[in-house]
């Protein structure tokens, strides 16, 4: 049997904008790994074709809504990895404590876990990078066009810099180093969204208004600047800052909802430094920063008083 697993994630900042470029250089996101990952085994069977169970916890509905993705993004590791399953199968297990939700990388996170499982069971050879290039190929399951930065994250863990490589080429992936590790506290709106569709929206979007997307292009980019620095800098203040300028932002891109304004608004009453939406948006999951142990069991309490799921990590681990 061949096991593996990957890194669930939350990006501080720019989801979206990471799949642009401004004055013709890809835009950088910063992403961190957090403390839970999706675990998979798979083993050979006599049957062909692929089998699957999976028993990763998750918010209602995420894995109906992510069934036939799903289906695709495994086909495409199986066949990046070039093993022929037309006689004998193998049976996938997922599991593992990430809890599926959009916005937490859960679709990285298993496609990274079946990549190295895959490596572990068929002897493929493979360093980190083969196991990120099949995950990439697996998240393109899941949409047509993904940045890279979710299966970057699910393999290599850590906070990462990320720029997509221009023209196809390879992306820059540089490691953030935090002097201490600080708090998290993640919440869940419940709301499973399309990543396919939120991203095809935003770009409609900007193609239709050019200089208000390319305004809020290079706004995007001093955020981001300036995130790298407060990061290295253990200027937590800032980033919190940030964050929920980046979070505005978002809102004007039209990827946020209801329910995940409540949970903003909740998290920075309750006195976290910053909160934003975090992955694809229109729902899944809001990241709050909340250094310190005491404020995090606070924040979270609090959101969690109203209605949401909530869970507690830690960053730069
Ligand atoms: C999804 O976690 C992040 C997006 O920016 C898509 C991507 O980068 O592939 C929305």
């Known amino acids: 049997m061949g096991k593996g697993s990957g890194y669930g994630k939350s990006i501080l900042f720019g989801e979206h904008f990471v799949l642009y470029e401004y004055k013709g250089e890809a835009l950088p996101a910063i992403a961190a790994a957090i403390g839970s990952s999706t675990e998979c085994y798979v083993r050979r069977i006599s049957s062909p074709g692929w089998k699957l169970t999976d028993s990763r916890p998750a918010v209602p509905g995420y894995k109906s809504k992510k069934m036939e993705e799903q289906r ?8 990046f990895a070039g093993i022929d399953l037309s006689e004998q199968g193998i049976h996938i297990a997922l599991g593992g404590r990430l809890v599926c939700a959009s916005g937490v990388g859960a679709s990285a996170a298993s496609c990274t876990a079946l990549a190295r499982a895959l490596n572990d069971e068929f002897k493929l050879g493979w360093d980190d990078h083969q196991v990120n290039a099949a995950s990439f190929e697996g998240e393109k399951g899941y949409h047509g066009t993904p940045s890279g930065i979710d299966n970057t994250v699910a393999t290599f863990g850590g906070i990462v810099w990320f720029q997509r490589g221009t023209s196809g080429g390879p992306p820059t992936v540089e490691t953030i180093k935090l002097k201490e590790p600080t ?3 993640i919440a869940s709106s419940g709301i499973t969204a399309s990543t396919k569709e939120v991203v095809g929206d935003v770009r409609r979007m900007k193609e239709e208004k050019t200089n208000w997307f390319e305004q809020i292009l290079e706004d995007y980019k001093n955020i981001v600047e300036a995130g790298r620095q407060g990061l290295e800098e253990m ?3 800032l980033i919190g800052l940030l964050m929920n300028q980046n ?8 990827v946020t909802c209801d329910e995940i304004e409540e949970i903003v608004g909740v998290a920075r009453k309750a006195g976290a430094w910053g909160a934003k939406v975090t992955g694809t948006g229109r729902g899944g999951n809001v990241i709050a920063l909340t250094p310190g142990r005491a404020l995090q069991r606070d924040v979270a309490g609090t959101i969690e008083q109203r209605g949401y799921s909530v869970w507690t990590t830690r960053i730069g681990v």
């Open 235 to 237: 200027d937590l203040r």
């Open 72 to 79: 695709v993004s495994i086909d495409n590791v199986v066949r």
């Open 183 to 185: 708090e998290l506290v």
């Open 247 to 254: 979070h505005n932002l978002l809102i004007e891109i039209g």
